[in-house]
């Protein structure tokens, strides 16, 4: 039976005419096993398919025989010959049991590089995912900043409206002074010596009655400022706990998030236990602004 050659081997294994004689040609007929690597490196080019034409002058798996020096041709066809002399004809078992064993080495070659592609496409996965973490930690930074550059800004605001406030009272004063001076005259002497004649006047009467009851109100209007800075205002009863300000709050302004209350005027941090007493006893009526912060 006549041997089994590298394309008959590459054609029983189920390789197209194309390919097996592609293959074969560039790798300049050296084996299967060098024909199969070139396979399994060039599978995915474009004109894999496409017949091949081998250039002008030049048979299949002739190019490097043709491209030899005559002293290299003459050691190539004696070792040939030698390989001639040491094959026999194989027979059909043998042919089978080479292209099996072919075929196992192909399928584990393939394994190899399946297994390849895939630790690469997972360090490819852990490095899209440390770039991601990493976005999400700027982006994170980039809000935490824009929240405190916020913060900063109202409380230079305030600080801001404070000072003018002062001023403005400053201004009354002297104003005031300014006019006693100037339209007063001798009044200075009359106004110092105006308390001791005004003291009796000062001292209750006999039929004045006890002062005025402290007025009770049932009604509390809270304003609440929110994380963003925008805020929210409405009325609750003043026997109302201020666990009601709270569902308020988390149903109009910060859904899902956890947060604390406080008063800025006097600084006062609410806790769980403010939450189940009335506004009236946390001395938020009649009105009151509350903070909410971050918890």
């Not at 194309?18 to 690597?37: L, P």
């Not at 995912?129 to 550059?149: F, N």
Request: hydrophobic residues 30%; glycine residues 6%; negative net charge.
């Amino acid at each position: 039976m006549a041997e089994c050659t590298t394309l008959d081997s590459l054609l029983e294994m189920g390789f197209d005419r194309n390919r097996a004689e592609k293959a074969v040609a560039h790798t300049g007929n050296q084996g299967i096993e060098r024909a199969m690597d070139w396979l399994m490196e060039h599978e995915n080019d474009p004109d894999i398919n496409e017949p091949y034409v081998p250039p002008a002058g030049n048979t299949l798996g002739t190019t490097e025989v043709q491209s030899q020096s005559p002293t290299e041709t003459s050691e190539s066809t004696e070792v040939a010959e030698q390989i001639g002399d040491a094959k026999s004809p194989i027979t059909e078992e043998e042919r089978m049991e080479q292209v099996k064993r072919l075929e196992e080495l192909m399928k584990a070659r393939q394994e190899e590089r399946r297994e390849r592609e895939r630790k690469e496409e997972i360090e490819r996965e852990k490095q899209r995912r440390k770039q991601g973490q990493e976005l999400l930690q700027v982006k994170q930074k980039l809000q935490d900043d824009e929240m405190k550059k916020l913060a900063d800004q109202r409380m230079r605001e305030k600080m801001e409206d404070r000072l003018a406030k002062q001023r403005v009272k400053e201004k009354i004063a002297r104003d005031r002074e300014e006019r006693a001076r100037k339209f007063g005259g001798g009044s200075s002497s009359t106004g110092l010596s105006s308390p001791p004649s005004e003291a009796p006047l000062q001292s209750p009467p006999e039929n004045q009655g006890a002062p005025p009851a402290k007025k009770d109100y049932d009604d509390c209007r809270i304003q609440v400022r929110l994380l963003d800075g925008s805020t929210l205002s409405t009325v609750f009863k003043a026997q109302e706990p201020l666990a009601a300000v709270r569902v308020y709050i988390q149903m109009n302004g910060e859904n899902g998030q956890d947060f604390n209350l406080i008063t800025p005027y006097p600084r006062r941090v609410y806790t769980d236990l403010d939450m189940e007493k009335p506004l009236c006893e946390l001395g938020l009526v009649p009105s009151a602004v509350l903070v909410v912060t971050k918890k």
